[in-house]
């Protein structure tokens, strides 16, 4: 994946408020990425690249919150920074629960906007970090044949070389190449290292939704 | 026809007969006449006739004339049914003295207006003779005279030369005589009035005249004694007194005299008395005696102070003061003045009460309205947080890049001049929120000036629209360009526009987002009155609702208190103008004001 300065999106009605907060982030030696409104940001922003938001709860025509669901429903992963001119507790409860990763109120000194902004900032590139590791175990999960994936898919959930073997109608001597040859694509080297590449990637929930799903 | 004739006086009513001895213009006789008219009747108590004749014998003072008029009278009165005879003065009284008899036989006599000095000269009158005199003698009159005149040297004494001026003179010497008064006497009886006049002119008031006028001069001349009395006083350097009442107002200072009426009034009883069947001889009374009498307008001709008259003295003639003449006008117009005063002054009173009153309602109605906008405020505190927090942290970014650039040592002062001129703008940003908050917190008393309503909406606009967006409604403002200037107080009609909005806004809480929109717009409806509605798209207004939501305490929100749109039309109705909600075309309700326009609006 590329790795790219992170830029800061500040979105923000009032146009004083966004200059002088670009100002000061670029001060800091930030890149900043200005929008007027929810909507422009959802239009032509990019959350791909690194960074995070500087988000006004109270705007116009549509509020910080509705911008933050609907960045949510995108699966968008920038880590979102809360700014509101009051602080309205019932506001502040559904921004947090719904992944605000700070609260923050106007007027706010720069020192806590900069720590907020940074660990805002840490957080993405952990997260970030974490996606392409994710990405990594993703790519090779999906190097496995379908069989093998199936016996994957056993072997994590506990079962023994015999029982798949009984279970997919093979010896269980090819259970055991097969094992051998997972272990080999997906680097790992024990059985727990298997449980908890599979737990990573969610391959337990994916195979019991599709269970569910099936008959 | 004799009998006959009997017949037809004993049929009439009993007649009185009054005999003056002069004749009938006089005053005074006017005067007798009119009161025995009356009188004698009231005395009687049945109906009588009364006969008056004037003898006229003291300027006709012949035995031949008196024959004449005694048988003329006679004859005139023979079938009359005359029941008693009235005579006046001594003259009168000797007529009848001397003609009774033959006149009307038998016919009993009352005598008066005749003083007792005059009465003792007739002696032995007949039992049918009947009266009483006046006790006025010369004497007393005399005396006050002097007394009045302490410095008086001479006192003329004028008499004319008729019978009755004789007996007067006759008085008059037996009174100087008992009286032996201090002055020097002078008589100027009957003399020519000429002369008279001539010696009278001379006189000062080192003396004192005295006289009951004349009937007959020296040269026989003929007069009333008014007459000869205003001529005597037109003339004399002194002070003229007199004891009868008939010359006084003619020119005569005073003197002690019976009245008139007192002597006619005792008359008129007696014969009402006779008429009844009274024996005459059985009436018998005491002299009337007199009182000081005086003119006033002759005191102050004469320079007496009405305090030195004797006590109990009547002074006539006294020019009437306003209070005498009108009396009862006075009174009525000072009662009118009175009530007209207490009138103006229950006005005034009402009037300071009123404008206390209205002073009062207005205070109220600013404190009031204060309530109420700042309750309105507070509605809106987190928008007007907002307000200030977005230009104060601008204003802190700002700084804290500023500071940091510094630090940085890059040359940098191009771009801190920017980042100044933004603190600034900031800050101006802020305190006009402040200010425009502070104009809507002041608490003032209500007071009409000239307002553009426009600029007043837009101002307290900006409020609205922070707070609209908050609430994430959609405001828009249409306000009629050249709207005339309105006659209003500013902050008030925008606390109305306030609570007009915020209620628009509270009315659509319930609503999508997408779906809440509020309108504020202004027009001009006619020449007299500019329009304000804030319509918006919230479920409307119950019909039956429309009429009663600016009452007080009618509230179609579950926390609100129900006063913002009763304050609001009490505020209204404060300008002259009406507020009403309506139901709007598509959906929503629509709440409207007028408010007059300033004079200088009008075309």
Redesign the interface.
């Known amino acids: 994946m590329t790795v790219s300065q992170p830029s800061i999106r500040v979105v923000d009605d009032?146009a004083?408020?966004r200059?002088?907060?670009t100002?000061?982030l670029?001060?800091?030696g930030y890149k900043v990425m200005a929008y007027e409104s929810a909507e422009e940001f959802l239009q032509t922003g990019d959350c791909s690249t690194p960074g995070c938001i500087l988000l006004d709860v109270?705007?116009?025509?549509s509020?910080g919150l509705q911008l933050q669901r609907s960045l949510a429903a995108q699966s968008n992963m920038l880590p979102i920074v809360f700014?509101t001119?009051?602080g309205?507790i019932p506001m502040s409860v559904t921004a947090m629960r719904a992944g605000a990763d700070d609260f923050l109120?106007?007027?706010?000194?720069?020192e806590t906007?900069l720590q907020a902004v940074q660990r805002a900032l840490a957080r993405d590139s952990e997260r970030r970090a974490q996606n392409d590791e994710n990405l990594r175990l993703r790519a090779r999960l999906d190097g496995l044949t379908p069989t093998e994936h199936k016996v994957f898919v056993l072997i994590v959930r506990g079962k023994l070389n015999k029982q798949i073997a009984y279970e997919l109608g093979c010896s269980e001597r090819t259970i055991k190449w097969h094992r051998h040859n997972i272990m080999e694509k997906l680097r790992v080297d024990s059985l727990a290292a298997m449980v908890s590449y599979a737990e990573r990637l969610g391959v337990l929930d994916d195979e019991s939704r599709q269970e569910s799903a099936s008959p | 026809m004799f009998v006959a004739a009997s017949a037809v006086a004993a049929e009439l009513p009993p007649g009185v007969l009054i005999l003056y001895p002069d004749h009938l213009t006089l005053p005074s006789n006017v005067m007798v006449d009119s009161t025995l008219r009356r009188e004698v009747p009231n005395a009687y108590g049945k109906p009588v006739t009364i006969y008056s004749e004037f003898l006229d014998v003291e300027k006709f003072a012949s035995a031949e004339h008196e024959n004449t008029i005694a048988q003329f009278v006679r004859q005139k009165y023979r079938n009359r049914n005359i029941k008693a005879l009235v005579v006046m003065a001594p003259r009168g009284l000797e007529f009848a003295l001397r003609h009774r008899d033959q006149v009307l036989p038998n016919v009993p006599v009352v005598y008066t207006v005749i003083a007792q000095e005059a009465l003792r000269e007739f002696n032995d009158l007949p039992a049918d003779f009947v009266g009483s005199a006046s006790n006025t003698p010369d004497d007393e009159s005399l005396s006050v005279a002097l007394r009045l005149h302490p410095t008086a040297r001479r006192i003329y004494v004028v008499t004319g030369a008729s019978p009755q001026d004789r007996r007067w003179e006759r008085q008059m010497r037996r009174a100087v005589e008992r009286l032996k008064p201090p002055a020097e006497v002078e008589y100027l009886s009957g003399l020519p009035t000429a002369e008279v006049l001539q010696r009278l002119r001379a006189l000062t008031t080192e003396s004192i005249v005295y006289s009951h006028g004349y009937y007959e001069d020296g040269d026989g001349t003929l007069s009333s004694l008014q007459e000869s009395t205003e001529k005597m006083v037109s003339v004399s350097g002194a002070p003229l007194y007199s004891r009868i009442h008939e010359t006084l107002g003619y020119g005569v200072v005073g003197g002690h005299v019976t009245p008139r009426e007192d002597q006619v009034n005792r008359a008129a009883a007696f014969v009402g008395r006779l008429l009844d069947g009274a024996v005459p001889a059985d009436i018998r009374v005491p002299p009337l005696t007199g009182v000081h009498m005086f003119d006033a307008r002759q005191l102050r001709r004469w320079g007496i102070d009405e305090a030195k008259l004797p006590a109990g003295s009547i002074v006539k003639f006294k020019k009437a003061t306003a209070w005498q003449l009108y009396r009862w006008q006075i009174l009525v117009t000072a009662l009118l003045l009175l009530l007209q005063a207490l009138f103006i002054a229950a006005l005034l009173i009402e009037r300071r009460r009123r404008h206390s009153a209205e002073h009062e309602a207005r205070k109220r109605l600013g404190e009031m309205a204060h309530l109420s906008r700042s309750v309105a405020l507070g509605e809106i505190s987190a928008a007007l947080s907002h307000e200030l927090n977005q230009p104060l942290g601008a204003i802190l970014n700002n700084a804290g890049a500023a500071e940091m650039l510094i630090k940085s040592g890059a040359p940098v002062s191009h771009q801190l001049n920017e980042i100044l001129s933004d603190i600034k703008r900031d800050d101006q940003r802020a305190s006009d929120v402040i200010a425009r908050l502070r104009a809507m917190l002041r608490k003032s008393e209500f007071e009409i000036r000239d307002v553009d309503l426009n600029a007043a909406v837009e101002d307290v606009g900006r409020f609205v629209a922070s707070e609209a967006s908050l609430r994430s409604v959609a405001l828009r403002m249409q306000l009629q360009p050249d709207l005339p200037i309105v006659r209003g107080d500013r902050v008030q009609l925008q606390q109305v526009i306030l609570n007009l909005a915020l209620n628009g806004m509270d009315a659509m809480s319930g609503q999508p987002a997408e779906t809440r929109e509020i309108m504020i717009r202004t027009d001009r409806v006619n020449d007299a009155e500019a329009q304000l509605s804030v319509v918006d798209s919230g479920a409307g207004i119950p019909e039956e609702k429309l009429a009663r939501i600016f009452e007080p305490f009618v509230t179609t929100k579950p926390q609100g208190m129900g006063l913002g749109l009763s304050i609001s039309r009490t505020i209204i109705e404060a300008h002259g103008g009406r507020i009403w909600a309506e139901r709007a075309a598509k959906r929503g309700a629509v709440l409207r004001f007028t408010v007059p326009l300033g004079s200088t609006a009008s075309p």
């Open positions: 009032d004083s408020w200059l002088s907060i100002r000061l670029n001060a800091s109270r705007m116009p025509s509020s700014l001119g009051h309205d109120t106007k007027p706010v000194s720069s906007l």
